[in-house]
């Protein structure tokens, strides 16, 4: 019986997952030699290595026999398999959604296809239109604005293909309708007209803007960004997502950066597309830009297939906006950069100037010396934590400790960690030697508390896994489909610090939801949200699952299947959000609850674990100051009285953090027990009710 077509996505998500070294490496012994791989060739006769795998390619070669080809084709051949089964292999083990094609689905497949080439086409004669405009008395002032106020040359003009949109209604629309015989409709599914309120007719969408095509790294115009040059709001226009244009599967610049970020073994990633278009025109041709989002893992995905070492430097704005993209693509990489997998730094340039403006009054020499000296991530995030504090006041010293204990505590128990806690320590101490050296053992106290935050899978018991996945996923339910209850949600999540979910679907479903609010609402008003201080009655009028369920088919279709029950909810779990402050109040007590649980057992071991001094040996070792004393006395020194007092100031001094962990675990009870009535008030009638 013959196998089923294989659904192009389930193609491309194994071709995009088989680590070509992963796949090789189970056959073939493999050895490191500079950036490639070698080892015995396995489709001859050899005794020499003679295979080359290259991991920045993802290509394997033999130099004898001549095989090569990627992973998929590599077990064709030595397993002796078809297409189909090999990647049908590949998929489970990788865990990949399956899909195929039955005869319908194939015909449809065969015209969507055809539809994506009929856009590519229309794009690439738009960008054609778009270039000639700039030449025509029209574009006479975007061109002397590229030309003189970003000072780009007539090459670099040639070689991003920049363009102009006339300040016409229709000037797209009659060209390629009148000259081309294109259906207006066509160029609505393309992105570049937009259908009037009345429903009479399009008009363009790009009008009175400096154009830059955005192109897939095979070269493909898929998109435009539009600048615009006199004011008008909003000062950068991107096209819509469209079936050939998905922002976070895309980066702006990789089709013409990936030779250079293969030689220079790293990539630059900045914000803009003029930043880009800066450092290409200066010689840096190994930048790229995110298209207006934080780094997705599809992106970053692409960025270390081109770069060996995996080398990412981001060079955000030193805006607020800009810090926080930073944050946002830090932590979407903070696992395989605190595993050695990747190497992460972060340049933020002087006066908060951006590339491009920093290459126009320094130059390409001094933003390579710059490059070079990019701090490690977590250098940089240390330094935001301690910029704008004054550490001489106490509330500011105390939360820049608690910040950066919660950022060291993510690091292993290495050499690194007690590197980075030496650093520290010297500079909350200011320079004072003997004080740093007191906060290096207080601070390494503090991370090993911090260790237990909740979070460490170390005090986790069977069971608490499947307790903490149906609470978090009952607040995404009732986030998603009770849309007036969002602004008492977010307010919750934040004070109780449960907004960074413990589950990593969970976790990406919440930034999706968070990038899209911010979208329409702007992240400065959506972090007001959060606060309490804007009451974000505009959080209601999303249609969240909507939106989340066709951004994530697009961009994570693996991820949509398991969060499928949360965006689509059966009868019984809809009948269940009819008290939705009260499973609110439930579901955040329940998931702190873990926490301070988890928080307990550390303590409970941390106490368990001190050599307590019994009073037998105070009474002892003061004794023997007694006689000190009393010889002291004999000189005419005044002898200290009150034993008893002096017995118990003794005890707590030996036993100082015995007691303190005592009083930690006991401080955590009762925490427990408020948690427990927040819990018991929050689910107790919605358990009452009787079952549907």
């Keep these: 019986m013959s196998l089923p077509r294989l659904h192009p996505r389930t193609i491309e998500a194994v071709k995009e997952r088989a680590d070509i070294v992963d796949v090789v490496g189970e056959h073939v012994v493999l050895k490191k030699k500079g950036r490639e791989y070698v080892g015995i060739c396995p489709f001859h006769d050899d005794t020499s290595p003679s295979m080359t795998v290259s991991p920045a390619k993802q290509f394997y070669y033999c130099f004898s026999c001549g095989a090569g080809g990627n992973a998929i084709k590599f077990l064709m051949e030595h397993q002796r398999q078809s297409f189909s089964d090999v990647v049908l292999e590949l998929a489970r083990k990788y865990q990949l959604p399956i899909e195929t094609l039955d005869g319908p689905q194939q015909e449809r497949l065969r015209k969507q296809l055809s539809r994506r080439e009929q856009l590519h086409r229309v794009l690439t004669l738009a960008a054609g239109w778009f270039r000639s405009q700039l030449r025509t008395s029209e574009g006479a002032a975007a061109l002397a604005y590229l030309r003189e106020s970003r000072g780009l040359s007539e090459a670099t003009l040639e070689a991003f293909e920049l363009g102009f949109a006339p300040d016409r209604w229709d000037g797209l629309l009659a060209h390629l309708q009148q000259v081309e015989g294109l259906a207006p409709e066509l160029l609505e599914a393309a992105g570049l007209v937009v259908p009037r309120k009345g429903g009479d007719g399009f008009y363009d969408r790009f009008r009175g803007r400096v154009m830059v095509p955005i192109k897939d790294r095979q070269g493909r115009v898929i998109g435009f960004g539009g600048r615009s040059l006199d004011g008008a709001e909003p000062k950068y226009l991107n096209s819509p997502e469209t079936e050939v244009f998905e922002k976070g599967k895309h980066l702006f610049g990789l089709d013409k950066a990936s030779p250079a970020i293969r030689k220079d073994d790293r990539a630059v990633v900045v914000e803009g597309y003029f930043d880009v278009i800066a450092l290409h025109a200066a010689g840096i041709t190994n930048a790229v830009a995110a298209l207006g989002t934080a780094l997705s893992s599809q992106q970053i995905t692409q960025l270390c297939r081109c770069c060996e070492s995996r080398r990412l430097i981001l060079n955000f704005d030193s805006d607020g906006a800009g810090v926080r993209a930073a944050q946002r693509a830090i932590g979407e990489v903070e696992q395989l950069a605190l595993q050695g997998q990747l190497e992460l730094r ?16 320094h130059g390409a020499g001094e933003y390579r010396s710059l490059l070079d000296q990019a701090p490690l991530w977590l250098d940089w995030q240390m330094e935001q934590v301690l910029e704008g504090r004054d550490l001489a006041r106490a509330d500011q010293f105390q939360q ?91 307010v919750e999540l934040r004070q109780r610090e449960l907004d960074d979910f413990a589950l990593q679907h969970h976790r990406l479903l919440w930034a999706a939801i968070s990038s899209l609010e911010e979208d329409n609402l702007g992240v400065g008003r959506l972090e007001a949200i959060n606060r309490g201080s804007d009451p974000g009655l505009e959080l209601a009028d999303l249609d969240l699952p909507r939106l989340l369920a066709d951004l994530l088919v697009v961009e994570q279709s693996a991820l949509l299947g398991r969060l499928t029950p949360l965006l689509e909810p059966s009868e019984l779990q809809r009948m269940s959000l009819s008290q939705p402050l009260l499973q609110l109040r439930g579901a955040t007590a329940a998931l702190e609850r873990q926490k301070s649980v988890k928080r307990c057992r550390h303590l409970l071991d941390a106490w368990g674990s001190q050599r307590l001094e019994t009073l037998e040996r105070c009474i002892a070792r003061l004794l023997d100051e007694e006689r000190q004393e009393a010889r002291a006395s004999a000189s005419g020194l005044a002898p200290v009285s009150d034993m008893e007092a002096r017995i118990e100031a003794l005890f707590a001094e030996l036993n100082g953090d015995a007691l303190r962990f005592q009083e930690l675990y006991y401080n955590e009870r009762k925490h427990l027990e408020h948690l427990d009535s927040q819990r018991r008030a929050g689910y107790g009638e919605v358990m009452a009710q009787p079952a549907a």
């Excluded at 972060?346 to 009054?361: C, I, N, R, S, Y």
């Design 400 to 490: 820049a400790v608690t910040a950066l204990v919660a950022l060291l505590g993510k690091l292993p128990q290495s050499a690194v960690r007690s590197h980075y806690l030496q650093r520290v320590a010297e500079r909350l101490s200011g320079g004072q030697a003997r004080l740093a050296i007191q906060l290096e053992d207080d601070l390494r106290q503090q991370v090993k508390g911090q260790r237990w935050h909740g979070r460490s899978q170390k005090w986790e018991q069977p069971g608490e896994a499947g307790l903490r996945e149906r609470a978090e996923a009952e607040l995404l339910r009732l986030y998603l489909h009770c849309p007036t209850h969002r602004p008492a949600i977010r």
């Design 346 to 361: 972060v340049l933020h340039l002087p006066a908060g100037k951006d590339p491009d403006e920093f290459l126009q009054q």
